[in-house]
């Protein structure tokens, strides 16, 4: 498949091939079987991709940084100048207490100047942040952490980082190792993690 798989309408131009069932995408723990029926049936994932890590510097001031997938462009291993033992690329999302999970197919890409260069990226992708971005929300906020916890229902957040293992999740790093990373790591720490580039020095997590 070589272009868009859904229009920027809604139309999916794929059908058959958006509800492949794709077992390596599928963790075994999950409770969903291989269609995200949370999202349109569409052939279910459970390891979407880090983006946007950014930190609170204030109360309205935050720090960016780039990830692997950072609006979805073309990194290479030499552009992980922090060391592809030190970064994490992929995640875990599961689907029970109301998180979503994710899809394998990805998401569309649109020219919108409402909609951002790509459509529905949390289909597939999970922030890293320690801020929420509400005016209502504390500061700093756990909501784009581990198993973040939506605050306005006190349920796993929908689009973040999640599993149905206790304690943490897995994540597959840039040298290809998978590594189980407890919920309870510092915000910080997680966020220069997913960062490529940040320069700052991690010790054990």
Same mark, same amino acid.
């Given at each position: 498949?070589?272009?868009?798989?859904?229009?920027?309408?809604?139309?999916?131009?794929?059908?058959?091939?958006?509800?492949?069932?794709?077992?390596?995408? /599928?963790?075994?723990?999950?409770?969903?079987?291989?269609?995200?029926?949370?999202?349109?049936?569409?052939?279910?994932?459970?390891? +979407?991709?880090?983006?946007? +890590?950014?930190?609170?510097?204030?109360?309205?001031?935050?720090?960016?940084?780039?990830?692997?997938? /950072? /609006?979805?462009?073309?990194?290479?291993?030499?552009?992980?100048?922090?060391?592809?033992?030190?970064?994490?690329?992929?995640?875990?999302?599961?689907?029970?207490?109301?998180?979503?999970?994710?899809?394998?197919?990805?998401?569309? +890409?649109?020219?919108?100047?409402?909609?951002?260069?790509?459509?529905?990226?949390?289909?597939?992708?999970?922030?890293?942040? /320690?801020?929420?971005?509400?005016?209502?929300?504390?500061?700093?906020?756990?909501?784009?952490?581990?198993?973040?916890?939506?605050?306005?229902?006190?349920?796993?957040?929908?689009?973040?980082?999640?599993?149905?293992?206790? @304690?943490?999740?897995?994540?597959?790093?840039?040298?290809?190792?998978?590594?189980?990373?407890?919920?309870?790591?510092?915000?910080?720490?997680?966020?220069?993690?997913?960062?490529?580039?940040?320069?700052?020095?991690? @010790?054990?997590?």
């Amino acid at each position: 498949m070589n272009g868009p798989w859904r229009t920027q309408a809604g139309v999916v131009l794929q059908p058959t091939v958006v509800n492949l069932v794709i077992p390596a995408f /599928n963790c075994p723990s999950d409770p969903m079987d291989g269609v995200n029926t949370n999202i349109n049936s569409y052939g279910k994932s459970n390891y +979407p991709a880090l983006y946007s +890590p950014s930190r609170i510097l204030t109360t309205s001031t935050t720090q960016g940084y780039s990830a692997a997938w /950072n /609006n979805h462009a073309s990194i290479r291993i030499r552009d992980i100048t922090d060391g592809v033992s030190n970064v994490l690329i992929l995640g875990e999302r599961t689907t029970e207490d109301r998180a979503a999970g994710s899809i394998w197919i990805g998401a569309v +890409p649109t020219n919108t100047a409402t909609g951002g260069n790509y459509a529905d990226w949390y289909w597939h992708t999970a922030l890293v942040r /320690n801020w929420q971005g509400s005016s209502t929300a504390p500061i700093p906020s756990t909501i784009y952490l581990i198993n973040g916890i939506n605050q306005t229902n006190g349920l796993k957040y929908e689009w973040t980082l999640s599993s149905s293992h206790t @304690g943490g999740c897995h994540f597959l790093l840039g040298d290809g190792r998978v590594q189980f990373v407890s919920e309870n790591i510092d915000g910080e720490t997680l966020i220069y993690l997913a960062s490529i580039n940040d320069k700052n020095v991690i @010790g054990e997590f």
